[in-house]
């Protein structure tokens, strides 16, 4: 709800559900709040809550919690099909990504330019660049 929240432009709503949880925001709560805020321009809150995630990163890691991987669902002839970033369990792996570089291409052909900091991970811009096509 968070993101959802967030990535529609309302993030004081979703402020206001992360303080009304009945536990502790954690590094992907922070993070989808601080990612909404980024891309919507909330600079203020952007900038103020970096701190917090990153000591709530290290808390997490600290306690042993493993982060889920957040995922897309796709519906193709009445079948779920699931995806996460750089995912390759999916039987039709190789054409899937084959597909998703010719429309890399193409986009990029007509003048579409990804935004490599909208991902909030510390790794390289290649790697960043990888993620948003896949």
Do not use: C
């Not at 890399?104 to 909208?118: A, N, Q, T, V």
């Amino acid at each position: 709800m968070i993101d959802l929240l967030g990535r529609a432009g309302r993030q004081d709503d979703a402020q206001n559900l992360m303080k009304s949880m009945p536990f502790e925001p954690d590094a992907t709560t922070w993070g989808a709040l601080l990612g909404a805020s980024r891309i919507h321009g909330n600079t203020e809150l952007a900038s103020g809550g970096w701190a917090d995630v990153g000591a709530m990163r290290l808390k997490v890691r600290d306690t042993g919690v493993k982060k889920v991987s957040g995922y897309s669902w796709l519906e193709v002839q009445n079948k779920i099909h699931t995806f996460s970033v750089a995912d390759s369990t999916h039987p039709e792996t190789v054409r899937i990504y084959a597909y998703l570089e010719e429309l890399d291409f193409r986009l990029k052909k007509e003048g579409y330019i990804s935004s490599p900091k909208l991902v909030l991970h510390d790794v390289e811009e290649e790697e960043k660049e990888h993620m948003l096509r896949s």
